[in-house]
């Protein structure tokens, strides 16, 4: 399969109808975007939305690039890697990453970062294989309730 990756600089209903179908793919504790959303995301200067199109143009996958400077320079972030069930191991979630690391790079980022569940073996084989290399840090998570801070 001949796939091609690109920024999403709009949405449309065949955006929002691919993140429908993907994200239930990506996590089942949280809805898609909604078109607003996706807008938002889209027109984010932090954040560059990044689609995976198979030759017949159906999004087939995506990834979020999120860029942001802190007083030690860019920092770049991958999100939410996503590529569909009937597209997988075909290097669509590689092609994606390259041009995550191509964006980010032109950006003036000196690394990126990401997370992945143990879990998911394919995708950490694929980050492996690009470069990327664990680090011994500690992830920390709060819960943020509509309340305030903590539970």
Known sequence: MAVSVEEAGAVDDALVDAFDRLTPQLSRS??????????????????RLLVARDDTGTIVGSLTLVLFRIPTG????????????SARGQGIGEALNQEALRVARQAGARTVDLTSRPSREAANRLYQRLGFKQRETNVYRIELTAEGLGP
Not at 74 to 85: C, G, L, M, P
């Open 30 to 47: 949280n809805p898609p975007p909604t078109s607003q959303e996706l807008d938002e995301i889209v027109r984010s200067d932090a954040s």
């Open 74 to 85: 860019i920092r770049a972030w991958i999100e939410d890697v996503v590529v569909d069930e």
